[in-house]
């Protein structure tokens, strides 16, 4: 069962990327998946997560708006849409599988966790 990351870099301020998580080892219709970031120095935080059964979605307030998160089962990859990028997005992002089949932004929920993909937000 793995989770891996892609598509982070440094990206000037009001840039744009876009995260992707490929699961291998099982399939996204069976769980739900989070995006969770830490900065340097802070706690974990949920960013969104996405149901995969009927795609309902929660997004943390901070980044409602500019991020979304999105799913292809056919591929089975998790993508996070980041625009409008600010220093303070800067962090390790990472994708992960909750325990149970909830919508959760709390990283305690989640039991596989990929390394991790760094986002540089700077000028």
């Known amino acids: 069962l ?12 009001g840039g744009s990327l876009r995260l992707s998580c490929v699961a291998s080892g099982f399939t996204l219709d069976s769980y739900n998946f989070g995006w969770l970031r830490q900065a340097p120095g802070k706690e974990r935080e949920g960013v969104s997560c996405i149901s995969t059964g009927d795609g309902s979605v929660v997004y943390a307030s901070s980044v409602r708006g500019r991020f979304t998160i999105s799913k292809d089962n056919a591929k089975n990859t998790v993508y996070l849409e980041m625009n409008d990028l600010k220093p303070e997005n800067t962090a390790v992002y990472y994708c992960a599988k909750t325990l149970h089949r909830q919508l959760t932004l709390e990283s305690g929920d989640y039991n596989r966790w990929g390394q991790g993909t760094q986002v540089a937000v700077s000028s």
């Open 2 to 13: 793995q989770l891996v990351e892609s598509g982070g870099g440094l990206v000037q301020p």
